[in-house]
């Protein structure tokens, strides 16, 4: 009978400590290119970060997304062989959650392709 009295309290608990996750962008990038990648950065991201990529390396990347309540697209920036600037728009986040589970980057040469994997079907 205690246990029962007890399953209300353990339930605000629970609900308290999932409320408490941070919103963040699931990314993962693969550098399929023939140069190292410098300075690669994912927006929006509260916290800025810069990554590199060697040749043939892949990275799990996560962005901090809790500042944004709007809707709007990412965008990823870098420098590639030849100090050359490159910058894309891409995908749609709403209220400032990720739609995808994760997104998959795949850097080539000449393009980059992005793929989003969704686990929820609604």
Same mark, same amino acid.
């Given at each position: 009978?205690?246990?029962?009295?007890?399953?209300?309290?353990?339930?605000?608990?629970?609900?308290?400590?999932?409320?408490?996750?941070?919103?963040? &962008?699931?990314?993962? =990038?693969?550098? $399929? +290119?023939?140069?190292?990648?410098?300075? !690669?950065?994912?927006?929006?991201?509260?916290?800025?970060?810069?990554?590199?990529?060697?040749?043939?390396?892949?990275?799990?990347?996560?962005?901090?997304?809790?500042?944004?309540?709007?809707? &709007?697209?990412?965008? =990823?920036?870098? $420098? +590639?062989?030849?100090?050359?600037?490159? !910058?894309?728009?891409?995908?749609?986040?709403?209220?400032?959650?990720?739609?995808?589970?994760?997104?998959?980057?795949?850097?080539?040469?000449?393009?980059?392709?992005?793929?989003?994997?969704?686990?929820?079907?609604?």
């Amino acid at each position: 009978m205690r246990g029962i009295k007890l399953i209300p309290g353990y339930a605000l608990v629970l609900t308290v400590l999932l409320s408490c996750q941070t919103n963040e &962008g699931k990314f993962r =990038i693969s550098n $399929k +290119s023939d140069y190292d990648i410098d300075s !690669l950065q994912i927006s929006p991201d509260a916290n800025h970060q810069l990554i590199h990529l060697k040749k043939d390396e892949t990275v799990a990347f996560n962005t901090n997304m809790d500042e944004i309540s709007t809707d &709007g697209a990412y965008s =990823i920036a870098f $420098k +590639s062989a030849h100090n050359q600037q490159v !910058l894309r728009r891409f995908g749609y986040y709403t209220n400032g959650h990720q739609l995808e589970e994760v997104i998959n980057i795949t850097i080539l040469n000449d393009t980059i392709l992005i793929n989003g994997k969704f686990d929820n079907l609604y």
